[in-house]
Each structure stands twice: as structure tokens, then as C-alpha cells.
């Protein structure tokens, strides 16, 4: 069984750039939903995806925005980058799009540093 | 709006010393409690749910409690294994509305 792998692991950017997140799903997950966790901070929804379809979102602005493929692989999106974005992005899947389970599987995440 | 409050913020111990863990909660129709592991660098791990108040979870040296307004994480006899950061989290409004976890608690058993 496959866990939940997403890329890049590390990487840098400057303000006002954009940057793509991707993320594979575990094997089986039809869902992916994707936090930000901040640094000493617990992670914070930014949205979800459900057969390809954004169907719920967090407290984010829609410079933040996502995709997901038909594989259920799934991208995160940020345009116009400001310092407040650097943090560990994380995805993680599940079995279906209703969170009363908790039982999510996440990736190790991606960590974005804005200078 | 839904909060998850946990406490305290860092707790080291030595080990083999036992301890419990806090996390409240101000979430209209709870539909569940989790608890997650986190060690550093990577991502959290599922550890339990709890759906309703009295009931029980155990998990190796870990027992997770709950009660109407916060649960318990309790740690017997912690190993230097044990250390790492731990986050509750409750369903958010209704539907897919994520999850909101509280900012944990960084635990750190000492040999």
C-alpha cells in the first residue's frame, strides 16, 4: 500500500512568486485535503478535494487555490507569494469527504520558505 | 466559533513517569475528537477517535479519554519514544469543512 507522498519536500521562494505543490494520494482515497501548519502551530484547513471538485474551504483567500486529477493526485496553488506564507504545507487523504471518521493520512509535507 | 484549546504547551518528563495531556473543546454538535502524533519533519499520524462522552482508547502506553467539554491523553510509564508533539483536532461546522487542531503539545521523555 502506497502512503500519501507529496513534492517538493523543500523549497524557496521570493514575494510575489507562485508556487505548485503536488501530492499523491494513498492508495484507495478518493480525498485530499490540504493544511497549513505554521511554525509551533497546529495545521489549519485551507481546502478539500473530492472527485476533481473543490467541496469545502478553510479561512484562506483565493490566491490560494487546487486541483485534483482523475488519479485522485492533487495540486495546491499559490500566486502572488507574501511572507506570511512560508510554512509546511501538508496534504492528506481519506476514505471518503466527511471528516466524522478523523482518520486522515497525511504526507510529510512541503515546506515553503517566502524571503 | 469552533476552538480546540490544548495544554499545556511543552511537558518534559523523565521516564517512565506518567502524565495526562489536555485538550478542550467549544464545538457545537461535536462529531468526534481525534488525536494525532506529530514527530518533527513530518506529518501527523492518526492515533484515535473519540465520539461521545466516557469512552475509551487505548494504544500501547497511550489511553485517550473524553468528557463533554475536553479529553484526556493519558501517557503510562513513557519511553524516550513517546516523544514527540501531540494534536487534537475536531470536525469543523458541518460536511467537508476540515478539521481544526489545537497547536499541541511538544512532549519530550528524557532517559
Known amino acids: 500500500e502506497t502512503g500519501v507522498t507529496q513534492s517538493p519536500t523543500h523549497l524557496i521562494k521570493t514575494r510575489g512568486q507562485q508556487v505548485t505543490l503536488r501530492c499523491s494520494s494513498q492508495?484507495?482515497?478518493?480525498?485530499v485535503s490540504w493544511y497549513q501548519q505554521a511554525l509551533g502551530q497546529g495545521p489549519q484547513f485551507i481546502f478539500q478535494?473530492?472527485?476533481?471538485?473543490?467541496?469545502g474551504r478553510g479561512n484562506f483567500p483565493p490566491r490560494f487555490s487546487g486541483l485534483q486529477f482523475p488519479n485522485y493526485s492533487s495540486e495546491l496553488n499559490v500566486n502572488a507569494l507574501e511572507l506570511d506564507d512560508s510554512a509546511l504545507y501538508l496534504c492528506?487523504?481519506?476514505?471518503?469527504?466527511?471528516?466524522?471518521?478523523?482518520?486522515?493520512?497525511f504526507g510529510e509535507g512541503s515546506r515553503l520558505t517566502v524571503l | 466559533e469552533d476552538q480546540v484549546t490544548q495544554s499545556p504547551e511543552a511537558l518534559r518528563l523523565q521516564e517512565g513517569e506518567s502524565s495526562s495531556l489536555n485538550c478542550s473543546y467549544t464545538?457545537?454538535?461535536?462529531?468526534?475528537l481525534f488525536w494525532y502524533r506529530q514527530d518533527p519533519g513530518k506529518g501527523p499520524e492518526f492515533l484515535f477517535t473519540?465520539?461521545?462522552a466516557g469512552e475509551e482508547k487505548e494504544k500501547e502506553r497511550l489511553k485517550a479519554t473524553l468528557t463533554k467539554k475536553e479529553s484526556f491523553l493519558h501517557i503510562t510509564a513513557p519511553k524516550p519514544e513517546d516523544s514527540a508533539t501531540y494534536l487534537c483536532?475536531?470536525?469543523?461546522?458541518?460536511?467537508?469543512?476540515?478539521?481544526?487542531f489545537g497547536k499541541g503539545t511538544h512532549l519530550i521523555i528524557q532517559p
Open positions: 492528506a487523504s481519506s476514505l471518503s469527504p466527511t471528516e466524522d471518521t478523523g482518520e486522515l493520512f
Open positions: 492508495s484507495g482515497h478518493n480525498t
Open positions: 478535494y473530492y472527485r476533481e471538485e473543490e467541496n
Open positions: 464545538v457545537s454538535g461535536l462529531r468526534g
Open positions: 473519540l465520539y461521545s
Open positions: 483536532a475536531a470536525p469543523s461546522g458541518g460536511g467537508a469543512d476540515g478539521l481544526t
